[in-house]
């Protein structure tokens, strides 16, 4: 019966902890691919590679996720367990409610280890991954680029202003300065465009001008001005200057670490890490975050553990639910805080790993002793 028991209690927490992920991820990614769209709208990028961006992004969102849905789901399985009398037929037939606790704590556990694994290996991957979507892809939505009366920079080195658009979706007063010899046609490295009209051929991939001149700066700072009346400028291949160097939570956590305990070391270079006090507090506030958050997860697990209480005589018994979800809330909140403050010092790093190692076994043993005096071995 035990066997039983154990696996359709953990069939339950799968259940709800698959709901409760997905549902939540679903909203936030929504919400977030929203503010997305500016790398389509602002800086040209195509649907597939904003899709692609987007999705590969879902491994930082279950990573926020599943401490918080690990709360909900032990609480929603033993509300249900409760609800439906399950709880006491399990007790009545001599399983000790200890053996529950266990229980709890393995699936913890589990969950613990995939945290782990999605904090240390697979978020960074993954996040590095898409990042390098980005910078790799091509710019496709040229009329992005040209927006009336405002200065447009996504491009590095290439600025363009329009004027005015009509109907006929024909530019007017158009201004283009190129300070990194972008444009193909023009082969000088600091060139000014001035045009009357232009627009946008069919294909998207040239920008075609009409009635203006070229002011091409030579290295002697000389001036070469060219007149046209129409000229074609290729604007396939550009990319924009939104996509930098890989950020601290897209870094691998061996190059994390290798910055935090070699970065005294004059012959160790790496991007993300420098001798500055701010860099140093930010890697060890990630690697933090990537090793110690997981360990939360246990502690949870015990917090939640006390719902498994069968005293109906006290006062507390119908609002205990709220007041043991809301203990385990204060303690993720709590996990988050400190975490921002991890990096500051060595002590403060010792706090934020030692608080919920010391908070174990205290709860643990409460747990045993309130268990004991509930004579339901």
Known sequence: MKNTFYKYFFHEFLRYFAITLFALAVIVWTIQSVNYLDLVTEDGHAFGTYFTYSILTLSKIFTKLIPFCFLISIVLTILKFEKDNELIAVWTSGLNKINIVHLILRISLIIMFFQLLFTSLLNPQL????????????????????KEKQFNDTVKGLTIFVGN????????????????????????????????????????????????????????GEVNIVKFKKTILNLSGITTKSISEPKIQETSTLAILKCIFLSKSKNFIDHNCSQTKKSLMDTKIEINKRFGMPIFIPLIALVCSFLLSSRRDKKIYNYRKYIYFFI???ILVLSEIMVRYSGVSWRYTMFYYLFPLLMLPLFYFSLLRKFKYENLY
């Open 127 to 146: 996040l590095n991954f898409s990042r390098s979507v980005l910078k790799n892809s091509e710019l496709q939505f040229i009329p992005s680029l040209l």
């Open 165 to 220: 658009k009509n109907q006929n979706l024909i530019y007017e007063n158009i201004f283009i300065r190129d300070d990194g010899n972008i444009l193909s046609k023009i082969g000088t490295s600091s060139s000014t465009i001035f045009a009357k009209s232009g627009h946008i051929s069919k294909d998207e991939k040239y920008l075609i001008l009409y009635e203006g001149n070229i002011q091409k700066l030579k290295n002697d």
């Open 328 to 330: 385990g809330f204060v």
